[in-house]
């Protein structure tokens, strides 16, 4: 029986005004496949003489790489590229889900917003989703998929909201326990998570306010990875039926049109 492994990291932070994209995303693989991940993961690391890898510092060469990372494109192009081919070698099954902020914030009220709770159970909601359909559809057959999350702050609430809602108690809980949170500087796993979360959010970012430019690099070796074992039909990666889903803004507009149908309803009791 398989034993995998599925690490998540949030992207983007609801409560900043800045941030136009907020989600989840992550990837899943063999706990066996992880042990091997994390040696060379060090190792890569170590090189650099780095402790962990943490995506927003290393794109703003902060923290680590505050001191002989910036402008060095060389030196970085290695790195990230190195780390990028680790992860490949994992054979991961990549989820994630990000939402539209600007668009969330306009069209739902406070109050609403307030109902919905975090925008993260929203993306949480999603990835589980699909990592419990390919855990019970699995070719091989999946003895139980533990997640792993980054302890941020409030990440507890949610996680384990969404588990008492809708795993605890039915067919398939023994398959998906409780998820658990941990540091990412310590789980090296969470690190990958941290660039899968990462490249998605500014790629949803860009196809909403700059189409007109490229992807970075990082997502474009995302999809090159995920793009053979998607459907002919699934259409590019970020539509609804790929692992990765970039919720569209009519998405948004159907939780309003949830909401007003509610208070209708109430009405015309």
Known sequence: MLMLNGYFDES?????LSIKVVGMGGCVAPAENWQKFEVKWNKALKSEGIDYFHMKEFAHSTGQFATGWKGNEERRTQLYGQLWNIIEEVAPMFFGCFLP?????RS?????RDRLGDVYFIAYQTCMSAVIFSALFSRAPVAEVATIFDDKKGVAQYLDAFYDMFIKGRHFQDKLPRPVRRDMRKIVPLQAADIVAYECGKEYERRLHQPEKKPRWGFTRLE???APSLHPDAGKLGSLGTPIVFRPTEYVDSIVESFNNEIDGEQAS
């Open 108 to 112: 739902l009220t406070e109050e609403q």
């Open 12 to 16: 983007g932070d609801e409560p900043d």
């Open 224 to 226: 090159g990875i995920i």
């Open 101 to 105: 902020m600007e668009h969330y914030r």
